[in-house]
């Protein structure tokens, strides 16, 4: 991260791709293809989530989301999401390789269907295969720094720890381990899950981490593409203030009109 | 492998008979999909796309066929 260089040029360096958009979002859960691909347009974001399911061999002509989101333009991160041990996940990925024909993919497994927290021994495990066989993982898991660090010994080329429970919105429910993670990262940080409105994703930015991934915060919204726009000033707010430098706290007031001078 | 010159598979868990000797890209194809926005697992195994039009679909295969959808 280079934090001297002007905020135009600002941009984010994953696995050697470069953004200028630090936030991702997921595919999921939308009414219909068009609102989604009109909600990726208006978060700006250049990296959207998708799944890998089996195709409905009774009805071919279902529309496709690669009708909608031109992975030409937009880089398609295949997900792992729905996969509770590590075999699963690698069995996924390696078809979202060849379906897609990148490296660059999203590894989660998860621990439990009620918190979907992810299962670290399974994730590390999984990830570790897929940096043998070529993949570049960037990786959900908890918002643990040992964890974080063992990902990146494994050769995760993101580090993507939940803010809150997938799907949930509760926001960032602890900024001291998401900020310990930044602080201990060689690679890219970004907060996935947890996210529900725009101060959640300013907050994630502020803390220092390189982008944020959502899904349900703008899916769920009333109106997901003025969402989409408020997620985008959020995420460039955020990253704006981390670079500025936020004043220092004080436990008083401190006036902001001279003393001197006063009649 | 039958009389009938078909044979039978599973594609995304459910049986189906098919053409003896018929490629999977056929096979895909048949099935309403375009071989390049698809990706083939055989009986566990990635097929890899540049060789779907050479393997022949066998006698007792498992055959799974995704594609991207949203995700989160």
Redesign the interface.
């Given at each position: 991260m280079n934090v001297q260089s002007p905020v135009g040029a600002d941009s984010w360096t994953v696995a050697g791709r470069t953004f200028t958009s630090r936030l991702i979002v997921?595919?999921?859960?939308?009414k219909n293809?068009e609102e989604?691909a009109a909600a990726v347009e208006a978060s700006g974001a250049q990296i959207v989530?998708?799944?890998?399911?089996?195709?409905n061999?009774s009805n071919?002509?279902e529309p496709?989301?690669?009708d909608f989101i031109d992975?030409k333009k937009i880089t398609?991160l295949?997900?792992t999401?729905g996969c509770f041990n590590a075999d699963d996940a690698i069995?996924t990925l390696?078809?979202?390789?060849?379906?897609?024909g990148w490296n660059l993919v999203k590894l989660e497994v998860l621990g439990e269907a009620k918190t979907l927290y992810p299962d670290m021994r399974e994730t590390l495990r999984a990830t570790e295969v897929l940096v043998k066989e070529g993949f570049e993982p960037m990786v959900y898991c908890v918002d643990d720094p040992i964890a974080a660090k063992q990902l990146e010994e494994a050769g995760a080329v993101a580090i993507m720890p939940l803010g809150a429970p997938?799907?949930s919105g509760l926001g960032i429910q602890n900024r001291v381990t998401i900020r310990l993670i930044v602080e201990g990262a060689n690679v890219p940080v970004l907060v996935d899950a947890g996210v529900g409105t725009a101060s959640d994703a300013a907050q994630a930015m502020e803390l220092g981490c390189d982008g944020v991934l959502m899904?349900?915060a703008i899916a769920e919204a009333k109106e997901p593409v003025m969402m989409a726009r408020a997620m985008k000033a959020a995420v460039e707010a955020g990253r704006l203030a981390y670079l500025a430098g936020r004043m220092q706290k004080r436990r008083y007031a401190d006036p902001s009109s001279p003393l001197a001078g006063l009649i | 492998m039958t009389v009938d010159h078909t044979v039978q598979i599973r594609i995304n868990g459910e049986h189906r008979r098919v053409v003896e000797g018929i490629s999977i890209a056929a096979l895909v194809s048949e099935l309403g999909f375009d071989p390049v926005r698809v990706a083939v697992e055989r009986n566990l195994e990635v097929v890899p796309r540049s060789t779907l039009d050479d393997v022949k679909v066998e006698d007792g295969d498992d055959f799974e066929i995704v594609r991207f959808v949203g995700g989160g």
């Open positions: 997921g595919t999921g859960k939308y293809l989604n989530t998708v799944a890998v399911r089996r195709v061999v071919p002509n496709m989301l690669t992975p398609y295949p997900n999401a069995r390696r078809l979202a390789r060849e379906a897609g997938i799907g899904n349900t | -």
